[in-house]
């Protein structure tokens, strides 16, 4: 086999390399194959030749009624399913890919989910990619596409990485027989991976035991099997209390160990222990120092500044820290030198890299001082604070490749006190790309950011999602809408802020300027059309994508304006997101976006010139200011846990046993297995007694004295 497989690998290569040879001698296009025949998502092919010029086409076909044969190819695309990629694989040689756009899971019963499949043969049809030069087909590639869908199990499309915990402190795990991930081992009934119908075919043939998952449960010489019905006085004084993790089946597939007892709550602070070293970094983890301890820079943590906090492996952060200051700062983090932040990291791969500090010079001052108090004629002045440190990460997989810091230094002057805003920000890159963490896996998690995006149709990457945020309004210092920052919108938390805008009475004059400038204003806050349905969103599959709604505002209303005021200013942007829980993962409920809606309420605004401050209705340039504000609301959509309640169960509640104080149906319920209110032997004891005497009342009543009579 190895022989035939060595004569037959050269024999193709050089039947590649003629037709290639060929065909540039000859200005002409193939492909090789031709003709394929598909049974999985991904299919590919090379297109040989003089391919500089060739535009490539796909569509679906199906051959003629009445002769059965393919039509010609054709230049013009069609709407498929399958989504069409190509890469150079050489001077003259193209590598050309179909990859299926559609899920193969195979849809459940009574499921609405148009991205599945309806029957186990899910995709049954042919394709033809053309490659045209001029307008004119050249060349033609027949697909015939027969996929089957996938059998999936319910709780396969989570992404959250397995914890294995570590087998010497377990009895056997939860089901010793589930040796294939996720597929369904026979026989294995206690495998999660397996369906309820393929259950079904071997739900009589279960394995046995231990490794089947059957543990019998704790021994009765355990103190925790004590029960207050049936256990004797002297059992708390003789019984083992032992972990239950210390099982004797443990020796059955392992090496068998016992766990030390737990110590119990003590009084003495605890002694933290340095940071273990750390061989490669994952997101998340703390960059070390070449001495193992911890790399920090000032964060924000419980609402204020914490000087030594810990940096994060891929995790971006941008804050600000107010200071007040009475004097010239002399220590960190506002006095610093290059030598002490010129430091050595560990890289994450054995190595180290060192941060490489560039100096600049803050020209306007205003972006760093909020207010000052001046009460003395002579200023203090403060040189080489320093006002932002700016950290710009290199990574590439598990570490770092460099580190560059951007000190930003600056000059005080004031009097008594002054209030300082520094910023510290940290950001990494992978080459020249931003890293974007996800905001949940799969389902979003509160407090994480809304993920958004936009249609990339111009970029490398065309057809797929880039990734933006939804924003609201964040003032700072005089609160004005030409100083306020905006700042995401979270998941699961509802907001609502807003700036202010000096409008003067010449402004009112020109509504129609007024309402567009607030109008860009408030657009500026969303550029996204898209939002993420979940918190790990795939850019490429649109699937994962929802619409953002936009009330549009009606133009063709007439506007009620005067001289000195306008109606129908936007003033108000309201964000409303509709969420609902989609699953759960280890117990936690995966929160998916439904659908995001985006309105707009209309503000009539009007000089007040009654009474108080009247300048701004005589003076044209003076200025009043109005709020201009956005907010955001979720909204849960509440799930169906059962069918619909008949109208017999709504209105007939005379035997409905939760909303009626005397329960019918249950009259011989002390009767049954299910009443512990005493032993068995004598509830049924009782109940016989009961009916002894019923039926001793009913012939010796009226209705049987009567019928003895009527027979006599």
Known sequence: MAHTLGLFLPRQLSRVMLLIAWAHTQNLVVFQPSRLTATGPDVSALLLGHTSDTVLSLRSVSPSNTTGLIGSPSCGNGVTQWVLTTEQAGKNAVWVQLRLRKNLRLCGKNETDADCCPKPLCVLETLQVSACVGGTPR????????????????????????????????????CPCDLTFRACDIRCCCDKDCSVEEVKLFVSHCLPGPFGGQVPAAPGYQCSEQSSANSPDWFPFLC????????????????????????????????LSAPLPVRAYIQGSP??????????????????CVNNAPV???????????????SCPAGLPLQTQPTNLSITLKDGQGGDVVVDVI?????????FISNTVATLDEGLVCENVTLALDYTFYWKGNGLTNVTLTRTLGTITFNTSVALTTRYSAVFLNGDLMSEPNSGNPGYQVGRPVIAGT???LGNKSGSVQRTSLNVWKPVSDGLCSTAESKPVLFGENSTSGCLLPVSRQDLTRCDLLRDAVTSLQAALITATYVA????????????????????????????????????????????????????????????????????????????????????????????????????TFTDIPISTGPPKTRFQVNF????????????????????????????????AKGLILIFFFITASILGTPWRQIRQAWA
Request: proline letters at 8%; hydrophobic letters at 35%; charged letters at 15%.
């Open 139 to 174: 060349a033609s590639l027949l697909i015939q596409a027969e996929i089957h869908a996938r059998l999936v199990p319910a709780n396969a499309g989570a992404g959250n990485k397995t914890i294995i915990p570590n087998q010497v402190y377990q009895p056997l795990g939860s």
């Open 240 to 271: 083992v209390n032992s972990p239950p993790e210390n099982s004797p089946y443990l020796g059955l597939f392992y090496q068998g160990d016992t766990i030390t007892s737990k110590p119990g709550p003590s009084f003495q602070s605890p002694v």
């Open 287 to 304: 960059i070390l120092l070449l001495t193992d301890q911890y790399f920090t820079i000032p964060q924000r943590g419980l609402e204020q």
């Open 312 to 326: 994060p492996f891929l995790e971006n952060f941008n804050v600000n820290c107010v200071t007040i200051l009475r």
């Open 359 to 367: 100096d600049e010079v803050a020209i306007d001052m205003s972006l």
């Open 455 to 457: 249609l990339d149709t």
């Open 533 to 632: 349905k979940s918190g790990n969103p795939d850019p490429l599959i649109m699937t994962d994508w929802a619409n953002i709604s936009f009330v549009t505002l009606n133009s063709s209303t007439t506007m009620d304006d005067t001289t000195s005021s306008c109606s129908g200013v936007p003033s108000h942007q309201h964000i409303h997101v509709l969420s609902l829980i989609t699953g759960m993962v280890e117990g936690r409920a995966q929160r998916d976006i439904h659908s995001l809606l985006v309105s707009y309420t209309l503000s009539h605004w009007a000089l007040d010139c009654g009474g108080g401050d009247s300048s701004p209705c005589m003076d044209p340039l003076e200025t009043k200011l109005f709020p201009i504000t956005s907010s955001v």
């Open 653 to 684: 509640t005379e035997y409905d046993c939760n909303r009626n104080n005397v329960c019918w149906p249950e009259l011989a319920f002390p009767m049954t297995k299910y009443y512990t209110g005493e032993p068995y032997s004598q509830s049924l």
